[in-house]
């Protein structure tokens, strides 16, 4: 897919949240040798050194790989020399000497345009290619654009067929800004995989309920980086060989009852 700024980035790519030590390497590094090319961390995350090796273990060329990571909420309250230093470290743990696409994390109050002004000096620099923003809505992206020289190119949020974000992604999709789904397949008690809606809707296509998931994703014209295990790495590529039916699509639109998979991912709610 395009970005507004003309630059590429893979339609699926694998997240990497909660990976640690060697398995987030070694998930990385396998992720690459099956044919991923768009990675995703955060300094929160706190593996931005193990994604770095798995990427340098693969062997693929580094201009082959769409690397995203995110500036954290506790980095954005802090100066603008230690909001640097952060971005420096992530580019070092990285193993790095650009990062394809830099987003904030969260849209913290008060620090989102000192931020932003930062991740812009570092796009003027050459050491980040793309600048975004992740779970924000509508009123937050206003907000931006009162300021910012460089408009977004992408926005990550949680969508899954029970928290589609209908009009949020109309909204970004107007102004040229695409969308990256986190959490197709929900979270903590929510279970995506095993409504029943999706489980015969896989049954019809001889796929599986996170490939029907996924592909009603992609098929809305968004980006996803699901997390996965390596045995499911073929399974979720697989989803850019078909396509479902319109009547399909409509059914799994008609899951949403914007149901999001813990209440402290709302950024109207959180505690900042």
């Known amino acids: 897919m ?11 790519g ?5 990976l640690r030590d060697e398995v987030a390497t070694n998930n990385v590094r396998q992720a690459l040798e099956a044919g991923f090319r768009l990675i ?34 506790s980095i954005m309250r802090l ?46 620099d050459g050491k980040v290619r793309s600048i975004g923003v992740s779970n924000f809505n509508r009123h937050h992206l206003e907000d931006l654009f009162q ?12 969508v899954h067929p029970l ?6 992604i109309a909204y970004n999709h107007s102004l040229g800004i695409q969308v990256q789904a986190w959490g197709p397949f929900g979270q903590g008690d929510i279970d995506i995989v095993g409504q029943p809606v999706i489980v015969d809707m896989a049954k ?5 309920p996170s490939q029907i998931v996924l592909r009603w994703i992609v098929q809305r014209d968004l980006i996803t980086i699901p997390r996965a295990k390596p045995n499911h790495f073929a399974e979720n590529l697989e989803i850019m060989t078909f396509a479902l039916e319109d009547a399909d699509m409509k059914a799994l639109d008609a899951m949403n009852i914007n149901l999001r998979s813990n209440v402290n991912n709302d950024p109207e709610a959180f505690p900042w």
């Open 2 to 12: 395009k970005l507004n700024n003309g630059i590429d980035i893979p339609q699926i």
């Open 204 to 208: 019809k296509y001889g796929k599986t």
């Open 163 to 168: 928290m589609s974000q209908v009009e949020n």
């Open 40 to 73: 995703d961390t955060a300094q929160a995350y706190e593996n931005e050194k193990e994604v770095g090796d798995g990427i340098r273990q693969s062997g693929i060329a580094r201009n082959e790989i769409f690397l995203t990571t995110k500036v954290a909420t």
């Open 14 to 18: 694998v997240g990497t949240w909660t």
């Open 79 to 124: 100066s603008e020399k230690e909001i640097c230093h952060s971005i420096d470290e992530s580019l070092k743990s990285l193993q790095t000497p650009y990062i394809d696409l830099l987003l904030i994390h969260w849209p913290v109050k008060d620090c989102v345009e000192k931020t932003w002004k930062i991740m812009e000096k570092y796009v003027e």
């Open 147 to 158: 300021y910012a020289k460089i408009r977004p190119v992408l926005n990550q949020i949680e």
